[in-house]
């Protein structure tokens, strides 16, 4: 199937999210702006979302933001991330009053940037240090082909309130999950590590990538079974 991969991280943007009856942000309140302290700097890149995993909780993101793509000199591996990320700041896309902070990443063993041939690799996860008011759950079934979802994340060329922006499950698989966007004029920049939800609010994927073809817009990221396996083994 089409996979012409366009990395969509990002330094800040501006915010937007497509109007979606099933779901409504307000419940759930958290998606983030991250921002790293690094041994090249403080980078902005890409976008987070938090997710409560047994009694703790975690930010999540993409590895692949720790690149060329993120603003770094070069990607980063997986041995070498706990040395380059210090701190984690996360601003609410909601509430501009609410901040959490995370320090060193957790260790993933075989975590690396999405790929033509995969994505399921491609996560960073980190633990916070203050309980969150609101955070996202990780599903227990994955999606269906032809079911709604939405990408939980700010876009440049819509409305800044909007942070649900819907599609439809085109592929579900070991390696991707991948779906169509209702409004095919995002703009999805700064989304990579965004959230992709069920109509229950619970995390069935990681956003990775996107492109276009014939006026059609197209989303791929990490599957909720690669999600739900890396947690078990290296998150505790």
Not at 13 to 39: D, G, I, W, Y
Not at 171 to 184: A, H, L, R, V
Request: proline share 3%; with cysteine.
């Amino acid at each position: 199937m089409f996979r012409k991969l366009l990395f969509v991280c990002g330094l800040s943007v501006l915010t937007l999210f497509a109007n979606a009856l099933e779901l409504k942000e307000e419940a759930l309140r958290s998606v983030f702006e991250p921002s790293f302290v690094t041994t090249e700097g403080e980078q902005k890149a890409g976008t987070a979302f938090v997710v409560k995993y047994k009694e703790n909780y975690y930010a999540v993101t993409a590895h692949h933001l720790f690149s060329e793509a993120g603003g770094f000199s070069r990607e980063y591996n997986w041995r070498e991330l706990q040395g380059l990320v210090s701190k984690v700041s996360l601003q609410s896309l909601s509430d501009e009053k609410i901040k959490y902070s995370a320090g060193k990443a957790i260790e993933i063993k075989g975590a690396k940037s999405v790929s033509i041939w995969t994505g399921k690799n491609d996560i960073a996860v980190f633990k916070l240090k203050q309980k969150p008011d609101n955070y996202l759950t990780i599903a227990q079934l994955p999606p269906k082909v032809g079911e709604s979802v939405w990408l939980y994340g700010l876009v440049y060329n819509r409305p800044p309130e909007l942070l649900l922006h819907k599609a439809m499950i085109l592929e579900y698989g070991k390696n991707w999950i991948s779906y169509q966007f209702e409004d095919p004029g995002l703009n999805l920049n700064g989304t990579s590590g965004a959230a992709i939800l069920n109509s229950k609010g619970e995390v069935v994927g990681i956003n990775l990538s996107g492109g276009d073809q014939e006026g059609k817009l197209y989303g791929y990221g990490n599957p909720l079974v690669s999600i739900q396996s890396i947690f078990k083994q290296f998150v505790q």
